[in-house]
Nanobody, 125 residues
Framework: QVQLVESGGGLVQTGGSLRLSCAASGRTLNNYAMGWFRQAPENERGFVATTRWGGGRSYSADYSDSVKGRFTIYRDNAKNAVYLQMNSLKSEDTAVYFC???????????????WGQGTQVTVSS
């Protein structure tokens, strides 16, 4: 059974930075896509970023337009972990952030099989 545990959320001012971490256990996820989604109150869970095996010797990354250029997703397979570096945070980034793992690695929540419990990110102006 795969378990994902997020950490690193908190309260930050507009323009600040946070790094979210997601530690996986129960299975090595080197071959899985690892993604981040977020959900604000009264909103659906939306795609933020994903990293998946892109062939060759590297992983590829995709981002939603709203975070492109500000957020960076990266993984450490030795630690079975994925991270989300968030810079230049805006109030609209306020949400619960979820880590997810799946073989498909798309931008839809249904593309992922395993989910963490989420970590709250609050950006104050």
């Amino acid at each position: 059974q795969v378990q994902l545990v997020e950490s690193g959320g908190g309260l930050v001012q507009t323009g600040g930075s946070l790094r979210l971490s997601c530690a996986a256990s129960g299975r090595t996820l080197n071959n899985y896509a690892m993604g981040w989604f977020r959900q604000a109150p009264e909103n659906e869970r939306g795609f933020v970023a994903t990293t998946r095996w892109g062939g060759g010797r590297s992983y590829s990354a995709d981002y939603s337009d709203s975070v492109k250029g500000r957020f960076t997703i990266y993984r450490d397979n030795a630690k079975n972990a994925v991270y989300l570096q968030m810079n230049s945070l805006k109030s609209e980034d306020t949400a619960v952030y979820f880590c997810a793992a799946g073989l498909s690695g798309g931008i839809r929540a249904i593309d992922y099989d395993y989910w963490g419990q989420g970590t709250q990110v609050t950006v104050s102006s």
